[in-house]
Structures are given as structure tokens and as C-alpha cells.
């Protein structure tokens, strides 16, 4: 059974970078079965999808935020990393790392999440 | 905004049914399928239970069941169970992967 597991700072100062990185154990981020992904949830509202890449490396992130979010994938560690620059209070939330089985490419539900990271923007 | 719409709050006693709708506001429905649903008990993490509309995963008792019909999704549960208590959100592919506002659901 995949479990996934999010790791990094608990606090970041605005305008500061936010890094995390999402640990995968029980099942190998080069198979060709999944996109790994990031979603986040603010305190007390709803759910929003980052991004996500493939073993390949090839990455989709939300227009909303592709401006600021990089998401990469260290294959040797079996992790995959999320970085979103110039945050501010807004960016507060637990971020969540999921993974996405494809067919045929075709992303349809994100079935395994980590347990989500606090990470609150303030100086 | 959300493209997709639920009811903030629905509400059940043991036994029954509910159902929770999620309803596609972007003109693009076409591109509305792929609609899955995730229940988030407070403080945990939000976990799979229907995908692909109508698909359970291993696991996920029956009294889960999804359907589509136009532009609006629906989760049932029936027989509601104190411990279904929670959150439930719908989430579709839509130019972009988006999430229902989530629906609080309440077991009497």
C-alpha cells in the first residue's frame, strides 16, 4: 500500500519561497501509472489543485498559480517537491501531496494522500 | 468561484438516504466527466470514494454510489452511519482540476 508523506517548514515570511517535499514509500514515482500531485486546503475552506508531474517530468499546475509554482521530481529518493514563490498570507494552508492514476495518460481521481502539512505565511 | 457548485450543508438520521449534488457552472460541459468525490473527516486527510461518476474504490462500502445526469453529479449514501459524518467534495477536470466548495454533511 503507497503512503505518502509531506516534510518542510511550518512557517515561511511573505515574499519568501514555500518548499515541500513529499516522500513516497510502498510503490516507485517512476511508474507510468500515476501523476504525482499537490493540492491545498486553507483553513476551514475547500480544496485546491497545484500541479502535478509525471515520471517523465513533464508537469501541469493550475493557471492560477503557474506563475509561482515549480514542481519537481527526485526519482533516485523516490520524492517529488513543490515550490511556490512571493507567497503571502493567502498561500496559508495544509498542503497535500495525492497521487493520480492515469490511463492512457487520462488523470481521473487522485486516490492515495498524504496526512497534509500546515505551512503558515507570516512574519 | 467554483465551477463546480455543492450545497454548503445536508443533513440525515441513521438509516437514511442523502444525496449530495455537484452541479457544472462553466459552459464546457462537455469536458464535465472524469467527476470524482473524496470524504474528509475533521483534522484528516481527504480520502477517494467514488471516481469516474459511478466507480468505488476496494474498500468504500456500497452504500456509496455516484451518478451523472446533464450538467449536475450526485453522490448517495444510503443508510447513513454516524461515522459518515463529514465532508464531502466532487471534483472534475474541467480546463483545469477544480473542487466543489464542499458539503458539510450532518448525521442527526
Known amino acids: 500500500q503507497v503512503q505518502l508523506q509531506e516534510s518542510g517548514p511550518g512557517l515561511v515570511k511573505p515574499s519568501q519561497t514555500l518548499s515541500l517535499t513529499c516522500t513516497v514509500s510502498?510503490?516507485?514515482?517512476?511508474?507510468?501509472?500515476?501523476?504525482w500531485t499537490w493540492i491545498r486546503q486553507p483553513p476551514g475552506k475547500g480544496l485546491e489543485w497545484i500541479g502535478y508531474?509525471?515520471?517523465?517530468?513533464?508537469?501541469y499546475y493550475n493557471p492560477s498559480l503557474n506563475s509561482r509554482v515549480t514542481i519537481t521530481a527526485d526519482t533516485s529518493k523516490n520524492q517529488f517537491s513543490l515550490k511556490l514563490s512571493s507567497v503571502t498570507a493567502a498561500d496559508t494552508a495544509v498542503y497535500y501531496c495525492?497521487?493520480?492514476?492515469?490511463?492512457?495518460?487520462?488523470?481521473?481521481?487522485?486516490?492515495?494522500w498524504g496526512q497534509g502539512t500546515l505551512v503558515t505565511v507570516s512574519s | 468561484q467554483s465551477a463546480l457548485t455543492q450545497p454548503p450543508s445536508v443533513s440525515g438520521s441513521p438509516g437514511q438516504s442523502v444525496t449530495i449534488s455537484c452541479t457544472v457552472t462553466s459552459s464546457d460541459i462537455n469536458s464535465y466527466n472524469r467527476v470524482s468525490w473524496y470524504q474528509q473527516p475533521p483534522g484528516t486527510a481527504p480520502k477517494l470514494i467514488i471516481y469516474?461518476?459511478?466507480y468505488r474504490p476496494s474498500g468504500v462500502p456500497d452504500r456509496f454510489s455516484g451518478s451523472k445526469s446533464g450538467n449536475t453529479a450526485s453522490l448517495t449514501i444510503s443508510g447513513l452511519q454516524t461515522e459518515d459524518e463529514a465532508y464531502y467534495y466532487c471534483?472534475?477536470?474541467?480546463?483545469?482540476?477544480?473542487f466543489g466548495g464542499g458539503t458539510k454533511l450532518t448525521v442527526l
Open positions: 495525492a497521487r493520480a492514476p492515469a490511463v492512457r495518460f487520462l488523470v481521473k481521481s487522485f486516490d492515495s
Open positions: 469516474d461518476v459511478t
Open positions: 471534483s472534475s477536470y474541467i480546463n483545469s482540476w477544480v
Open positions: 510502498g510503490g516507485s514515482i517512476s511508474s507510468g501509472d500515476f501523476f
Open positions: 508531474i509525471y515520471y517523465s517530468g513533464s508537469t
